[in-house]
T-cell receptor, first 110, second 113 residues
């Protein structure tokens, strides 16, 4: 089952600009996580936000969670070329497994 | 040590071969996972091991056979695969629950001829 759907599917911006990507999900969750994947590599955990939290920051990352709308957003500020990657949201489905969204492919142009 | 290692990095095999993928972690994690990822798609869960016992099998064909010899090691035995099984196979671990932060290995790129 595909719990998280992400928007946009692809995003291309200039270095220094901010990037925002969104994730929607369908069922109740305990937490929502964001992961980054560089081309053909493993996933790297970025941030976890619990269902009772509304906003969380980590360095240049800001994540929001709206459980009433079943949606989350990831904001990357002051983007760098090294931020070029695919970004996935993941929700815990019944605490039994993580289900990943379709992902957003982010390209940062120099 | 916050690393999950996977070997080999690349594997090419024929449809009649038998091969194994290996995964190792030394973080004391009690949950380990196998995922399959096709190009431009999200990872799809295959198996979950919790405290060395298989807890979830996502209806994976029997030509994939997981094994957890101990709390640090996870194997995926491959036999009689099909070309459509070509993909990136990712191993991950988490402290205890699947909803915890998962730590991923770099993956094995598998090509089935």
């Amino acid at each position: 089952s595909q719990q998280g759907e992400e928007d946009p599917q692809a995003l291309s911006i200039q270095e220094g600009e901010n990037a925002t990507m969104n994730c929607s999900y369908k069922t109740s969750i305990n937490n929502l996580q964001w992961y980054r994947q560089n081309s053909g590599r493993g996933l790297v955990h970025l941030i976890l936000i619990r269902s009772n939290e509304r906003e969380k920051h980590s360095g240049r990352l800001r994540v929001t969670l709206d459980t009433s709308k079943k949606s989350s957003s990831l904001l990357i500020t002051a983007s760098r070329a090294a931020d070029t990657a695919s970004y996935f949201c993941a929700t815990d489905e019944g605490a039994q497994k993580l289900v990943f969204g379709q992902g957003t492919r982010l390209t940062i142009n120099p | 040590d916050t690393e999950v290692t996977q070997t080999p990095k690349h594997l090419v095999m024929g449809m009649t071969n038998k091969k194994s993928l290996k995964c190792e972690q030394h973080m004391g994690h009690r949950a380990m996972y196998w995922y399959k990822q096709k190009a431009k798609k999200p990872p799809e869960l295959m198996f979950v091991y919790s405290y060395e016992k298989l807890s979830i099998n996502e209806s994976v064909p029997s030509r994939f056979s997981p094994e957890c010899p101990n709390s640090s090691l996870l194997n995926l035995h491959l036999h009689a695969l099909q070309p459509e099984d070509s993909a990136l196979y990712l191993c991950a671990s988490s402290p205890e629950m699947p909803g915890d932060t998962q730590y991923f290995g770099p993956g094995t790129r598998l090509t089935v001829l």
